[in-house]
């Protein structure tokens, strides 16, 4: 399959969210998909994002790296306004690359609810949860009104967000990739 996968966050922030796309790529490329992986730029990457990096060259795995240039502040972890800045800026910026890649991309993946508001309207993705917001907001609200297809990292992130929206058929998956279910074997007809 070609996947493409988008976390603004994952070249410059750290936390679980970013950690687990960044891991779901490789494994899912080292199982045979190819992934367009969809970042913010940034001046100073992150240690793990330069780790991702160097494992993607010295396994020669099928990975592009896109890095989206906005205008907007960073987000640092405590302020949501600066978060909805920030994934309100990628979404418009992003969007051209996402619709120039679509007819080759089988399914989008994000992991930031935000994120999924520069998806087209017509593309089939899915939505990543793996945690929650102290409050929804209407940047949230909004993303939300789009999902059709989510996964949750943990039961109490999925009774967060199915108390505070109507979730499609949403299963829990803790954070990794069924090698079973996603190698390009089980993925071929």
């Known amino acids: 399959m070609n ?13 679980g969210t970013e950690v687990v796309s960044l891991h779901q790529a490789i494994e899912l490329a080292r199982l045979g998909h190819t992934i367009d992986y969809v970042v913010r730029e940034c001046a100073t990457p992150s240690e793990y994002f330069l780790n991702f990096q160097a494992t993607i060259a010295r396994e020669h795995l099928p990975i592009t790296i896109h890095s989206v240039a906005i205008d907007a502040p960073f987000g640092d972890g405590k302020s949501w306004v600066a978060w909805n800045q920030e994934a309100l800026s990628f979404a418009i910026v992003a969007l051209p690359l996402y619709l120039a890649k679509q007819p080759s991309i089988d399914l989008f993946v994000a992991h930031l609810v935000t994120d999924t508001i520069g998806l087209p309207l017509d593309a089939p ?10 409050q929804p907001d209407m940047l949230i609200d909004s993303a939300m009104g789009r999902v059709t ?34 190698s390009a074997d089980a993925a071929a007809p």
């Open 3 to 15: 996947l493409l996968i988008t976390n603004s966050r994952a070249s410059y922030y750290v936390g």
């Open 125 to 134: 993705f899915v939505l990543h949860l793996h945690g929650s917001p102290q």
């Open 149 to 182: 297809r989510a996964i949750a990292h943990s039961d109490s992130i999925l009774a967060w967000w199915s108390g505070h929206y109507s979730l499609p058929s949403t299963y829990t998956f803790r954070n990794g990739v069924d090698s079973e279910v996603f």
